[in-house]
């Protein structure tokens, strides 16, 4: 059985930092592209990065990059997003899934930007 | 970025009866692989997201039959044969075709 679970959501200040992780399992995480996509309170999907399955192509949308970074871990079948100066819009629930078209996903991890 | 524009906003339905979506895309999302990267996913409340339909037509694995998808080009359709109670949630068609991935606004399902 696939799974993802996602940890490291919390509370932090503006132009804070987090790190979030996605624990994958019941498939061979090195062979998937892995995707994170975010969720803002009451509102809709939208797709934050993806990264290829050993790590040598990274993809942002436009409204994280150079804050944001994806990479894994293929010998821990781990995701990660690095999220720095964290901004008030970054407050969303944050969710791995599985290949660029999103097969399989996590319970999300909430994080929250506030003073 | 392509946009991704889906009709109604919010349905109302009947059990039983069936329901449909409409997805527009801003451009063609035919790859130059000859794919076509455009999915559907359900969204229960409390629930994280679903896929139900992949590549336009492509039921993912566990989806039941009632779901299917069709399409081309810009313009794509998900339609519900004979919607359920648990069919309740929100609907999202996403492109997968260029990057950056973009998704539909959603479309709410509900009971009447």
Partial sequence: EVQLVESGGGLVQPGGSLRLSCAASGFTFSNYWMTWVRQAPGKGLEWVANIKQDGSGKYYVDSVRGRFTISRDNAKNSLYLQMSSLRVEDTAVYYCARAILAEYWGQGTLVTVSS | ?112
């Avoid at chain 2, 009866?17 to 130059?32: D, E, K, T, Y």
């Avoid at chain 2, 990267?37 to 039921?59: E, M």
């Avoid at chain 2, 794509?76 to 929100?90: C, H, K, M, P, Q």
Wanted: net charge neutral; proline share 7%.
């Fill in chain 2, 1 to 112: 970025d392509i946009v991704m524009t889906q009709t109604p906003l919010s349905s109302p339905v009947t059990l039983g009866q069936p329901a449909s979506i409409s997805c527009r895309s801003s451009q063609s999302l035919v790859h130059s692989d000859g794919n076509t990267y455009l999915s559907w996913l359900q969204q229960r409340p409390g629930q994280p997201p679903r896929l139900l339909i992949y590549k336009i037509s492509n039921r993912f694995s566990g989806v039941p039959d009632r779901f299917s998808g069709s399409g081309a080009g810009t313009d794509f359709t998900l339609n519900i044969s004979r919607v359920e109670a648990e069919d309740v949630g929100v609907y999202y068609c996403m492109q997968a075709t260029q990057f950056p991935v973009t998704f539909g606004q959603g479309t709410r399902l509900e009971i009447k």
